[in-house]
């Protein structure tokens, strides 16, 4: 019986990976295997909202600040969708803009809603 060339093959231990056989035992080195793609040409991943989510925290801070807290959320669910590898990772500046500019509106929203509260009190007394 002869040994196999050294080179990579399926892992026998981990399926969905490839692992490297270095002519006489299996080495740490492991890869994942490319995943296939649709007969249609379409990538692998779903549609992303990150747009929509930048879109939502910018008209948050254009018109009316509650819809920058709906960018927000959108943008760290496509953070996660990236993270997971749900969406393509070219979409993930978007889904990041969302979220910081979304969070940054809301801040500055908690902050406004505190100070003019707080004032009130004070004008009150």
């Given at each position: 019986m002869s040994t196999p060339e050294p080179g990579w093959y399926d892992d026998p231990e981990q399926p969905g990976q490839f692992r490297y056989w270095d002519g006489e035992t299996w080495t740490a080195h492991r890869a994942p295997k490319a995943m296939p793609q649709p007969a249609s040409g379409a990538g692998p991943y779903r549609k992303s909202n990150a747009g929509w989510a930048l879109g939502w925290s910018v008209g948050g801070a254009v018109c009316c600040?509650?819809?920058?807290?709906?960018?927000?959320?959108?943008?760290m669910q496509e953070l996660r969708a990236a993270k997971e590898g749900q969406i393509s990772p070219s979409d993930r500046g978007l889904a990041l803009a969302a979220a910081i500019v979304?969070?940054?509106?809301?801040?500055?929203?908690?902050?406004?809603?505190?100070?003019?509260?707080?004032?009130?009190?004070?004008?009150?007394?």
């Open positions: 600040g509650l819809l920058s807290i709906v960018g927000f959320v959108m943008g979304g969070g940054i509106i809301t801040a500055i929203l908690v902050l406004a809603f505190f100070a003019i509260v707080i004032s009130a009190i004070v004008d009150a007394n």
